[in-house]
Nanobody, 136 residues
């Protein structure tokens, strides 16, 4: 059974940077290239939203317009770790960040995942979340 554990959250000043990590256990979801991986976030009173996604094996990658150009999703297959790096942080980036894994990847290939990556119901396995606060 796949388990995901996020880390790297904390308090960051506006304009600063952070790197979140998500380590998989129970099965090397990244090295076997069977899973699509995503980063989501949820602020208090708001719905969970997709931040970035990556198809099986590490590419292609997808980003929400709100973080395009400021975020990079990457993975280290040997370490079974998914990363999310963000810079130029804004107050609206404050949220609990979750990583998620999907074996079905939207039910098809890359084209299907391109349409499905940002939907929470695409993913069957979730981490517990790591909180990010942004101070001015």
């Amino acid at each position: 059974q796949v388990q995901l554990v996020e880390s790297g959250g904390g308090s960051v000043q506006a304009g600063g940077s952070l790197r979140l990590s998500c380590v998989g256990s129970g099965y090397n979801v990244l090295a076997h290239s069977n899973y699509c991986m995503g980063w989501f976030r949820q602020a208090p009173g708001k719905e969970r939203e997709g931040v970035a996604g990556v198809y099986r094996g590490g590419e292609p990658t997808f980003y929400d317009p709100s973080v395009e150009g400021r975020a990079t999703i990457s993975q280290d297959n040997a370490k079974n770790t998914l990363y999310l790096e963000m810079n130029s942080l804004k107050a609206e980036d404050a949220a609990t960040y979750y990583c998620a894994a999907s074996r079905a990847c939207g039910g098809g290939g890359q084209l299907a995942y391109a349409s499905a990556w940002s939907r929470p119901d695409t993913y069957s396995t979730w981490g517990q979340g790591t909180q990010v606060t942004v101070s001015s």
